[in-house]
């Protein structure tokens, strides 16, 4: 599996108002697509309230939906932690997939259910120097994702980015986990 590495914040003001202080900082929209992603787990594996072990059995259905083209892909993502909860190791496999209604009912016939839905609004925004992945995630949450990259050569330099931009992350926390978010969510109102 290839490591990839990344910060991901939640961001702490309106989508209108990201994209305002983004638009004033020269961003534009690179590209546009949503993403939806069925997470899939094991029926016997589904207990218990360490999220991130749960979100590490999962396999996702994934669409990427852009006005040009649909893809779907079978994914299983990876993920090691420090002991605080920030993300040690990550990485992703892609199995690319013509059909992801059959894809759910086969592994539905092994034993997998429905875990949780994310449905998430994608802007890749760029300027003359920062790229980031702006995502508007079941209409409740916005994140920023930046990717270490040939452009980035540490996580701190990403961190810089967030700070240059005077972009308000909540809590102070560059390790967000969308799908662990989503799934505490999901048990907290099953629980009401």
Request: charge should be negative; charged fraction near 35%.
């Given at each position: 599996?290839?490591?990839?590495?990344?910060?991901?914040?939640?961001?702490?003001?309106?989508?209108?108002?990201?994209?305002?202080?983004?638009?004033?900082?020269?961003?534009?929209?690179?590209?546009?697509?949503?993403?939806?992603?069925?997470?899939?787990?094991?029926?016997?594996?589904?207990?218990?309230?360490?999220?991130?072990?749960?979100?590490?059995?999962?396999?996702?259905?994934?669409?990427?939906?852009?006005?040009?083209?649909?893809?779907?892909?079978?994914?299983?993502?990876?993920?090691?932690?420090?002991?605080?909860?920030?993300?040690?190791?990550?990485?992703?496999?892609?199995?690319?997939?013509d059909n992801p209604k059959d894809m759910q009912l086969?592994?539905?016939?092994?034993?997998?259910?429905?875990?949780?839905?994310?449905?998430?609004?994608?802007?890749?925004?760029?300027?003359?120097?920062?790229?980031?992945?702006?995502?508007?995630?079941?209409?409740?949450?916005?994140?920023?994702?930046?990717?270490?990259?040939?452009?980035?050569?540490?996580?701190?330099?990403?961190?810089?980015?967030?700070?240059?931009?005077?972009?308000?992350?909540?809590?102070?926390?560059?390790?967000?986990?969308?799908?662990?978010?989503?799934?505490?969510?999901?048990?907290?109102?099953?629980?009401?």
């Open positions: 599996m290839h490591i990839e590495n990344e910060l991901t914040v939640e961001v702490d003001t309106s989508y209108q108002n990201l994209l305002r202080i983004l638009k004033k900082n020269n961003f534009k929209v690179k590209e546009e697509f949503d993403l939806k992603d069925l997470y899939l787990i094991h029926k016997k594996d589904k207990r218990g309230k360490n999220y991130l072990s749960l979100l590490n059995k999962c396999i996702l259905i994934r669409s990427i939906i852009s006005k040009d083209n649909d893809e779907h892909y079978l994914t299983y993502k990876y993920k090691e932690y420090f002991k605080n909860g920030d993300i040690k190791k990550q990485s992703k496999i892609n199995c690319k997939i086969i592994f539905e016939q092994l034993g997998f259910e429905a875990l949780i839905k994310i449905d998430d609004h994608m802007l890749i925004m760029e300027n003359d120097t920062d790229e980031m992945g702006v995502q508007f995630v079941n209409d409740n949450h916005l994140y920023i994702e930046i990717e270490l990259s040939d452009h980035y050569a540490s996580l701190e330099e990403i961190k810089e980015v967030f700070t240059k931009y005077n972009i308000p992350i909540k809590d102070n926390n560059y390790y967000a986990k969308k799908a662990e978010i989503a799934l505490k969510e999901k048990y907290e109102n099953e629980a009401t």
